[in-house]
Nanobody, 126 residues
Framework: QVQLVESGGGLVQPGGSLRLSCAASGFTLDYYAIGWFRQAPGKEREGVSCISSSDGSTYYADSVKGRFTISRDNAKNTVYLQMNSLKPEDTAVYYC???????????????????WGQGTQVTVSS
């Protein structure tokens, strides 16, 4: 069974850091581009970051550029999202999803991603 499971969310103060994990089971993550998405209450889901399957190239939304870092550990079949300098507006449920398209996939095109995880809550508040 193909499955993605997110973890690492929680409550953090503004300026703090969290590292989210996206662990895959039932398939090998190496061959997939992995995207991170988030959905805040009352808002549409947005693409945050993506890492390609091949050369490790990355994409970041302007809202997180310079603060978030996506990486992958193929030996652990896991993709990470390191989030630093967190802001209250980063509060959302964060999801990861896999795309079998080659290269770097624009996460604004959600239809290109399948095998979504269940999400992990990130709350940034003092």
């Amino acid at each position: 069974q193909v499955q993605l499971v997110e973890s690492g969310g929680g409550l953090v103060q503004p300026g703090g850091s969290l590292r989210l994990s996206c662990a895959a089971s039932g398939f090998t993550l190496d061959y997939y581009a992995i995207g991170w998405f988030r959905q805040a209450p009352g808002k549409e889901r947005e693409g945050v970051s993506c890492i390609s399957s091949s050369d490790g190239s990355t994409y970041y939304a302007d809202s997180v550029k310079g603060r978030f870092t996506i990486s992958r550990d193929n030996a652990k079949n896991t993709v990470y999202l390191q989030m630093n300098s967190l802001k209250p507006e980063d509060t959302a449920v964060y999801y990861c999803a896999a795309s079998d398209l080659k290269g770097l996939v624009d996460p604004s095109n959600e239809a290109d991603f399948g095998s979504w995880g269940q999400g992990t809550q990130v709350t940034v508040s003092s």
